[in-house]
Nanobody, 119 residues
């Protein structure tokens, strides 16, 4: 079985920073695309940032220049550095990883971590 464990959420003042991390464990053969999504109350889940195996990144317009996604394939980890946080960044953040196990290629989700930006 594969597990994704997230860490790093919390309460932060506007303008502050947080780093989210997501570690994948289990019978993993290969990691493919990795990403972070978020869902605010009453809104649909949206893709915040993604990173390919080659290191190519994409960001939703609202976080460009403030968030940075990175991956460490040796540790099966993906991170999201969030700077200059705004109240509208408040949401539950989920990591998502496409990977291959002995049973095939699937997409997995973390349990979610709350990020609250408030004074």
């Amino acid at each position: 079985q594969v597990q994704l464990v997230e860490s790093g959420g919390g309460l932060v003042l506007p303008g502050g920073s947080l780093t989210l991390s997501c570690a994948a464990s289990g019978n993993i053969f290969n990691l493919y695309s990795m990403g972070w999504y978020r869902q605010a109350p009453g809104k649909q889940r949206e893709l915040v940032a993604s990173i390919t195996t080659g290191g190519n990144t994409k960001y939703v317009d609202s976080v460009k220049g403030r968030f940075t996604i990175s991956r460490d394939n040796t540790k099966n980890m993906v991170s999201l550095q969030m700077n200059s946080l705004k109240p509208e960044d408040t949401a539950v953040y989920y990591c998502n990883v496409d990977l291959a196990t002995g049973y095939g290629h699937s997409s997995y989700w973390g349990q979610g971590t709350q990020v609250t930006v408030s004074s």
